[in-house]
């Protein structure tokens, strides 16, 4: 199916900014939605942010809403998660997802069927 590589992820200070790349090996984004979610230990996957590609479209968790900005760079089959006004709470390992564009606004991640292996983002108090 071809696989999902997130990177970007790192130690920030609370505020700070990090953006987060997920790129698509062996197959395109077209016909799919995705989708960053976020886990910390003990605690289900969460979901940040969701882009449909072929149209552009975006929705947000409202814990992310105006910090956060998906976006696609159809040249390089990338998505990208622009992370702003960074705080402790959104500590924690970032996936990247896709799944069928029928699940567009979805933000259950069972309707998710392809992952990538994660990136730790650690923002210090």
């Known amino acids: 199916q071809g696989e999902l590589v997130e990177s970007g992820g790192g130690l920030v200070q609370s505020g700070g900014s990090l953006t987060l790349s997920c790129a698509a090996s062996g197959r395109t984004f077209m016909s799919y939605i995705v989708a960053w979610f976020r886990q910390v230990p003990g605690k289900e996957r969460e979901f940040v942010a969701g882009?449909?590609?072929?149209?552009?479209?975006?929705y947000y968790a409202d814990s992310v809403k105006g910090r956060h900005t998906i976006s696609r760079d159809i040249a390089k089959n990338t998505v990208l998660l622009q992370m702003n006004s960074l705080k402790p709470e959104d500590t924690a390992v970032y996936y990247c997802a896709t799944a069928s564009v029928i699940y567009s606004g979805t933000n259950d991640p069972k309707y998710y069927n392809r992952w990538g292996q994660g990136t730790q983002v650690t923002v210090s108090s």
């Open positions: 882009l449909s590609w072929s149209g552009g479209r975006s």
